[in-house]
């Protein structure tokens, strides 16, 4: 079992929690993620990792309260443990492998749109322990929404704040800031993107016009992590990968965003046959939805 340590709310549905998990601790790298199941007979939910301290043996989850799964572990307090807490999976960031001196060389700009703000967070920490420039661009719909940006501040060599309605920053997406900051003369080697699919794509546009390598995070399309389900294929560059073993980060270029989002959507109706479910039984009604046991 696994305890939770501390809880937070960090905005409206979305929590951070900080979990007792030393081998996880022990080994976790940047751009790894974990698989979470909250009890024996729930789902697994794939969370890239947000934070690790080898020290005290805890890894930093961030989650939104969206599905029957993900409320259910949004609804467990401190004291309570999860049934099941497997990692680090898939493979670290790139520059975790190249030699520093190389990546020192580089200047990062990072992408982080909603939930995707936070597993950038432990990104950007190691790239500015390791003495490279690394900015960060966080984006959300509204101001409320905005997650992580004190602890992204502290580390970052500069944060950009970006909302869509114009309540706090930059006023519009995060597509336009990009543009802006490269045609005022800021030069990136490498422009990391996490968040939703979505966004992912037209920055992966935007940043193609300006030809900047960039990489992108797939995690959200996992099922059992393992690469036995092969629910999280993905086409890169004309061949097939296995989101959960080869990635979950991949040139994005080379990403067949569309595939991906149709793949990304092929369990919503699953996903509204369980919630409808989880609500007539909190209502205390008989469910006759057809997923009833």
């Known amino acids: 079992m696994f305890p939770i340590l501390e809880k937070r709310l960090l905005a409206k549905g979305i929590y951070l929690m900080k979990i007792q998990a030393p081998r996880v601790a022990r080994s976790a790298q940047p751009g790894q993620f974990i698989i979470v ?43 309570d443990a999860l049934a099941d807490f497997a ?8 520059f975790v492998k190249e030699p520093v001196e ?11 749109g909603g939930v995707g703000t936070a597993p950038v967070y432990p990104q950007v920490k190691w790239l500015t322990e390791h003495g490279v420039e690394a900015e960060v661009i966080i984006g959300a719909k509204t101001k409320d929404m905005l997650i992580y940006t004190e602890a992204m501040g502290k580390v970052a060599t500069k944060l950009h704040i970006c909302t869509d309605d114009g309540t706090e920053g930059f006023h519009g997406m995060v597509t336009a800031l990009i543009e802006k900051l490269v045609n005022e003369g800021n030069h990136y080697d490498v422009v990391v993107a996490i968040g939703p699919m979505i966004m992912m794509k037209f920055v992966t546009l935007t940043t193609k016009k300006f030809n900047i390598p960039t990489v992108v995070s797939l ?19 004309g061949e097939t990968k296995f989101t959960c073993v080869d990635g979950p980060e991949f040139d994005a270029f080379k990403v067949d965003f569309d595939e991906a989002m149709r793949r990304q959507g092929m369990y919503k109706t699953q996903e509204q046959r369980a919630l409808a479910i989880a609500a007539e039984r909190a209502a205390g009604h008989k469910c006759n939805i057809g997923l009833d046991k």
């Open 37 to 79: 199941r909250a009890e024996e007979h729930c789902e697994r939910i794939p969370l890239t990792v947000s934070d690790y301290d080898r020290e005290q043996g805890t890894i930093t989850i961030v989650t939104q309260a969206i599905g029957v799964s993900t409320k259910k572990l949004c609804a467990m307090e401190v004291g």
């Open 102 to 112: 190389e990546v020192r060389k580089k200047r990062y700009l990072f992408v982080a």
């Open 219 to 237: 995690n959200a399309l996992m099922v059992d992590g393992t690469g036995m389900c092969g629910a999280c294929r993905v086409t890169v560059g």
């Open 87 to 94: 990692g680090p999976l898939g493979q670290p960031s790139d």
